[in-house]
């Protein structure tokens, strides 16, 4: 039979083996996971991932419906964004959930008011911005000072010396986020040390809680030799720089490393062609389907797997059906020569891909397909 494309394929074993590592490497030092919903929200990712005892990092209040329609628990859910809105923090506070990141002075001030009219006391973590430099694509950097992430040590100094005033929130800790898709483990070390130094000035060892945010890379260029990201350096690294208190508990929210490479997209050559200067492999996904090559520059690799045992001797700029220049997902992309009906596939689709899916030019969204097939296991 003929799969109908384009389709995120996952793989499903894949996801369990890395959410199996992740989670033995974080146990080793006492660690709490939070998955990045925004990474892949679909529902059957969302189960498995839920059923493994991971938590949720949410940043909008139908992320933390979703995770809770699938199985997250409230307890292990936080709420991070920098443009909450009143219902979403009322929303929040009622499904008494694990804790609010709180990303504003003003914001602070809301969170109180909310949980006053509502009569409860909300868990608040205060994030903030470390101006940390994560030496990745600069639109995937939050944790520097240019960015609209969080707030200043001074403003959450300000929030915490008159942390009994407010009455209706309990101030539990801090949160930071830096950035995404790092794989250079001295960026993670300079965000311990600088988490030392903030919570020296603030005093804030007494805290029981400290979220590290998330931003584990993985390997986009050899996704299929290394499989898995680099969980074991990761949290050694900052085990080994991190000076929490006593009893802190330490938290992430990884998205992209329990993911990205569990996912591919596979597209089928509808036309070829070539121009004076480049020859052109048009296939039926699209940027709607997959944006982080036309939003950042991103490499994913492609392979036709039509042609599998052929010389790959030949170069492609394959694109996509949309009608912008920028969808394309690689641009001299090596290939065995390419006929229409090839079938491709687009590596490390698990991570940013269906969650950033749109029906821009009324395209439909690909459809996805499971490997084993868990949702027919589990009917
Ligand atoms: N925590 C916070 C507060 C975040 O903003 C993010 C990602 C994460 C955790 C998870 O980061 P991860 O472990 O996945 O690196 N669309 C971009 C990535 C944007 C990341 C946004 N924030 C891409 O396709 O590369």
């Known amino acids: 039979m003929t799969m109908q494309t384009p389709y995120y394929q996952y793989d499903m074993a894949l996801l369990h083996e890395t959410l199996d590592i992740a989670k033995t490497q974080a146990s080793r030092y006492g660690y709490t996971i939070h998955y990045a919903v925004k990474a892949n929200a679909n529902p059957n990712l969302l189960k498995n991932i839920a059923s493994e005892g991971f938590g949720a990092d949410c940043v909008s209040g139908n992320e933390i419906k979703v995770a809770l329609d699938n199985g997250f628990n409230s307890q292990g859910i936080v709420f991070a964004g920098v443009g909450k809105t009143d219902g979403e923090i009322e929303y929040a506070i009622e499904q008494n959930i694990h804790c609010i990141h709180c990303e504003s002075v003003q914001e602070f001030h809301v969170i109180e008011l909310i949980a006053q009219k509502l009569n409860k006391k909300v868990r608040v973590a205060l994030r903030i911005n470390p101006n940390v430099d994560a030496h990745t694509h600069k639109s995937i950097t939050t944790g520097l000072k240019e960015n609209k992430f969080g707030m200043s040590v001074s403003e959450a100094h300000s929030i915490l010396i008159e942390e009994n005033r407010y009455k209706n929130i309990e101030l539990i800790g801090l949160h930071f986020h830096i950035g995404s898709q790092i794989q250079n ?39 299929t030799v290394n499989r898995l990201a680099n969980f074991s350096d990761y949290f050694g690294t900052i085990h080994k720089w991190l000076e929490p208190g006593k009893g802190q508990s330490i938290h992430f929210e990884l998205g992209r490393s329990l993911v990205g490479q569990c996912g591919q997209l596979y597209t089928r050559v509808l036309y070829t062609k070539t121009s004076q200067k480049r020859s052109f492999a048009v296939v039926d996904a699209g940027m709607n389907a997959l944006i982080r090559p036309a939003l950042y520059g991103a490499y994913h690799r492609i392979e036709n797997i039509s042609k599998i045992d052929q010389p790959v001797n030949q170069t492609y700029d394959v694109v996509g059906p949309i009608c912008e220049t920028t969808d394309s997902f690689g641009e001299e992309v090596l290939l065995p020569a390419t006929e229409r009906g090839d079938l491709l596939v687009i590596q490390s689709c698990g991570a940013y891909a269906e969650s950033m899916a749109s029906d821009y030019n009324l395209r439909e969204r690909p459809h996805c397909v499971f490997i084993p097939n868990y949702e027919l296991e589990k009917t």
């Open 185 to 223: 483990m001295e960026v993670f070390k300079n965000l311990a040390l600088e988490v030392n130094r903030i919570q020296d000035e603030l005093h804030s060892h007494c805290l029981p809680y400290l979220n590290l945010g998330g931003g584990l890379g993985i390997d986009y260029l050899n996704p």
